[in-house]
DNA sequence: GTGATCACGCAC
DNA sequence: GGCGTACGTGATCACG
């Protein structure tokens, strides 16, 4: 039976390259539209064995829709230059394939396949549209059907007839009517203001189309619908005309000339052989049968639900490697309840239902089993969780969560769902498709739920080696597995030791801050002549800027700023200002430090349990959570009082806290190699001085505080890749003068300059930068036309190796310290990272090996051309370590 | 009521 | 038009 395949290229190439980061080969040719390009196509001619394919593409400026609205996709934005040059090597592409490519001038791919699909149906053959455009629906019938890529290209979504009904209620026609009740903004097709998708498949469950909505208005419910439909119908009639697809371009091409008969192995590997695609190399067939004769279909899906009465049966399944995934009924693991576990292997997939699995004591003691090796997503996560009900899990040997991360940090917190699209076969559902979300989130029943985490169990199974593939081919195998993967289990220790937390000490300064609060309250109404909420800039503003009549400063999208800075400028004028800035202060302690905190004192250990995130930043530092404890205030005094409630969890220990001394400037010494920067760190001396020494040139005797201050922030600057405006706001003085010190810093530190122009260079040219343990962070940016983007994908090209690299010392000397404890057998414990600082508890008979171990450790963590330093201090409380 | 977004402020 | 990386809170607004 004949199959005909039409591919939408342009769609499948815009889906694709904004799917993967910005790939390219060691001669600087971008290639990740092609490279997904690629991935669709042969999962394509694998799966739906087309006996006829054809790829159609826009061409020509003037499409026929502008006449009709002038402002048709005018809220695209120019396709940007790093995809417009991979469409020659598309081509290039089907041609080594060769598959047939058309386009026709003035008309869009969408005109060309809605032609040449209603010659298909007409002679009735089995035809299959490949598009991310789900406008493409409007053209399945009961010989079309519509194939949508999701999230990336990887998964596709067939829509047949039934498929469109089911999910909308609706004939494949409406699609259009659809789209012109509700819009589409990425094609600027308005549709009627107030009505989305929801209010759009009511009215046409109602009355079928958008003339018959329009012609019965008076029936629809809701004053305010009605009003918007009665003003909107012009615009309603012409989104439909838009949305339609035409069916009558003048297309000449016979369907029959596109036959396909499978492709030469030869110039297709020669191709991928230029785009450096190593990975896809070995999947090519010299000689691809084109009926797929042999080759089953891949196994539809199933998996072995495990029960008290039948678990017997399946010990002998419990194999090593294999991948694990334990579902939970939440987000935070210390508190989330298990649902159930999933297990992958080649040929099991596994569901054990939680209170199967906890009485089950093979699995039990499988999972503690350093040596059966286990795969999952988030280790951290599993190993925390499963310690919360007093198991454990030993033998995580891959963690595709960490490993999806290294490959693009850009996408932060990878799920399970979009690593399956981008390396499995398995579709994953995602957990809010399977539990809703927010209020309405709740657990599904049990034939839902298991499959969905069968489904996850299968996903991990399959992605492991293929991340593995790109983890080698990126040489981040060793940043993994002696960096990343070591570290989320030291992190899981930290997270499930927690930290002790004096709730009567919150609750006491939560009384004092009421009493001050409550003061200060009355004297901005006093001062103000009448009540509002201070806590609002909106009616903040409207007493300061209206009724007191202050000078506008600073204006935010929304108003006059009322931001510390600006009141800061402001309290020369009126003494409620600085009512008003106390007033933030203390607020600010309270509702964030002192509510928020005591929120999270878990009930049974009196400790907070933060959770770290080792996946969300774009430069490798950790973040935390629930609560953060990587922002509780140091800089005023008022606020530094808050960490005197943090305590050790034991009688008579100590706190001890190290800090590494000017990290970042320490590796920018390092990597760009300044002889004056080496110079000032080799000689121990005081970075700041010894920076407004050369940029003032003046002696250490002559370095004023506010020189030094003025230093210290081009410090920062550097630090931050720096920019005249950015530094000029930071020291208050003009854009001019900011410029002056920058120039006379790069003339000073000579080294800095060359190496920041040549990391700007080697991103242009990488698509990329690295830090030292050759972390990767994607800037798609950086080539980009528009001055502010590439601005900031250049600061970020310059801050991102350094801020990294502080990261990836940081992580070093963790692993190295939780090693060190354990090596010499010491009750110490290692509680808080704040990014260049550890929090440990310790009792009083180790704080003499930890004052001196602990620097120690942090010190050599990596050997740079400059001394590392970290100063460490103690006391009965975190304040106290100081 | 719920959810998303904004302004603001805290840390390194 | 703008210095890097995070997270949490309260206000506000759109939505149902």
């Not at 099991?348 to 906890?358: E, S």
């Not at 800027?545 to 009126?574: I, N, Q, W």
């Not at 704040?834 to 004052?851: A, G, I, K, Q, T």
Request: hydrophobic share 40%; charged share 25%; net charge negative.
């Amino acid at each position: 039976m004949s199959h005909f395949v039409l591919i939408d290229g342009n769609s499948v190439a815009n889906r694709a390259f904004y799917a993967l980061p910005l790939l390219s080969t060691s001669a600087g040719l971008h290639t990740n539209a092609v490279l997904g390009f690629t991935t669709m196509l042969l999962k394509v001619l694998e799966e739906m064995k087309p006996t006829h394919i054809m790829v159609a593409f826009d061409a020509g400026k003037v499409v026929f829709r502008h006449s009709e609205y002038a402002e048709y996709k005018g809220g695209r934005s120019k396709t940007p230059p790093e995809l417009s040059e991979q469409f020659p090597l598309i081509r290039e592409l089907l041609d080594a394939f060769s598959i047939k490519r058309f386009e026709l001038e003035g008309y869009e791919a969408d005109d060309i396949i809605g032609t040449l699909t209603k010659q298909a149906d007409e002679q009735a053959w089995k035809t299959t549209v490949i598009t991310g455009d789900k406008d493409m629906l409007q053209l399945v019938s009961e010989h079309v059907s519509v194939a949508l890529t999701r999230k990336g290209v990887s998964e596709i979504e067939l829509y047949t007839p039934q498929e469109i009904h089911e999910k909308y209620g609706l004939k494949p026609l409406q699609i259009i009517d659809l789209k012109g009740l509700m819009g589409d903004s990425s094609d600027n097709i308005p549709g009627v203001p107030g009505v989305g998708e929801k209010t759009a498949l009511k009215l046409l469950h109602e009355y079928g189309s958008v003339e018959q909505v329009l012609e019965n208005i008076d029936k629809v419910s809701g004053k305010k619908l009605q009003e918007n439909l009665r003003e909107n119908v012009d615009k309603a009639n012409m989104s439909k005309a838009l949305a339609t697809i035409l069916r009558e371009a003048p297309v000449e091409l016979d369907v029959q000339d596109t036959g396909f008969e499978g492709y030469d192995g030869v110039p297709v590997s020669e191709f991928f052989k230029k785009m450096e695609f190593k990975s896809l190399l070995s999947k090519i067939k010299v000689a691809q049968p084109a009926d797929g004769s042999g080759q089953a279909d891949a196994k539809p899906f199933s998996f072995e639900m495990i029960s008290e009465e039948n678990k017997v049966a399946y010990e002998s399944k419990l194999t090593s490697p294999m991948a694990l995934y334990i579902e939970m009924d939440g987000e935070n693991y210390h508190h989330a309840p298990f649902l159930g576990i999933g297990l992958a292997a080649e040929d099991t997939v596994m569901f054990v239902p939680w209170d199967v699995a906890k009485e089950w004591k093979v699995l039990c003691e499988w999972l503690a089993d350093p040596a059966k090796e286990k795969w999952v997503f988030d280790g951290k996560r599993d190993t925390v969780g499963i310690a919360w009900h007093d198991l454990a899990i030993k033998g995580i040997s891959f963690d595709v969560y960490l490993a999806s991360y290294l490959l693009n940090a850009t996408e932060s917190n990878p799920t399970l769902d979009s690593i399956a699209a981008q390396y499995a076969q398995t579709r994953v559902l995602s957990d809010e498709e399977v539990y809703g979300k927010g209020a309405k989130r709740l657990v599904p029943e049990m034939d839902v739920l298991s499959e969905h985490v069968a489904h996850k169990a299968a996903a991990i199974w399959q992605s492991v080696p293929v991340l593995r593939e790109q983890l080698a081919e990126n040489e981040m195998e060793k940043l993994l597995g002696e960096l990343e993967a070591p570290l989320s289990m030291v992190l899981a220790l930290m997270e499930k030791q927690g930290v002790k937390v004096n709730s009567e000490r919150l609750v006491q300064m939560g009384e004092d801050l009421d009493k001050k609060l409550a003061g200060l309250t009355d004297q901005i109404y006093e001062l103000a002549g009448g009540a509002f909420n201070i806590n609002s800039p909106k009616q903040l503003g409207e007493i300061l800027f209206d009724r007191l009549s202050l000078p506008v400063l600073k204006k935010t999208k929304t108003g006059p700023s009322t931001s510390a800075d600006v009141l800061e400028k402001l309290a020369p004028y009126h003494p409620i200002i600085d009512a008003i800035l106390t007033f933030r202060q203390l607020g600010k302690l309270r509702s964030t430090y002192i509510e928020g905190l005591t929120k999270e004192i878990h009930t049974k250990t009196s400790k907070v349990h933060t959770l770290y995130n080792q996946a969300t930043t774009a430069t490798g530092r950790l973040s935390s959570t629930d609560p953060n404890l990587q922002n509780i205030p140091i800089r005023m005094e008022e606020g530094r009082k808050i960490r005197e409630a943090f305590i050790p969890s034991e009688d008579g220990w100590y706190m001890l806290a190290a800090d590494y001394s000017q990290i970042e400037l320490r590796i920018l010494a390092h990597i760009s190699q300044d002889e004056n920067l080496i110079d000032a760190f080799q000689k121990g001396m005081d970075i700041h001085t010894r920076t407004a020494m050369d940029v003032f040139g003046v002696s250490e005797e002559e370095v004023t505080s506010l020189m030094r201050r003025q230093a210290k922030a081009v410090n920062f600057g550097i630090v931050y890749g720096i920019s005249d405006y950015g530094l000029s706001q930071n020291l208050n003085i003009t854009r001019k003068e900011a410029g002056d010190f920058i120039e006379r810093y790069f003339d000073v530190f000579s080294g800095v300059k060359r190496w920041m122009d040549e990391i700007v260079q080697q991103a242009k040219a990488d698509g990329y930068v690295t830090t030292l343990l050759n972390r990767r962070r994607y800037l798609p940016d950086i080539r980009s036309s528009n001055f502010n983007l590439r601005s900031f994908a250049e600061r970020t090209a310059m801050n991102t190796p350094i801020q990294g690299t502080a990261a990836d010392v940081i992580k070093l000397a963790m692993i190295c310290m939780q090693e060190a404890i354990e090596e010499k057998g010491l009750a110490s414990r290692m509680l808080l990272q704040v990014h260049d600082e550890l929090v440990f508890e310790v009792p009083e008979n180790e704080l003499e090996v930890m004052r001196k171990l602990v620097p120690e450790v942090m010190e050599s963590a990596l050997s740079l051309n400059v001394p590392l330093k970290a100063d460490v201090s103690d006391g009965r409380t975190w304040y106290d370590a100081k």
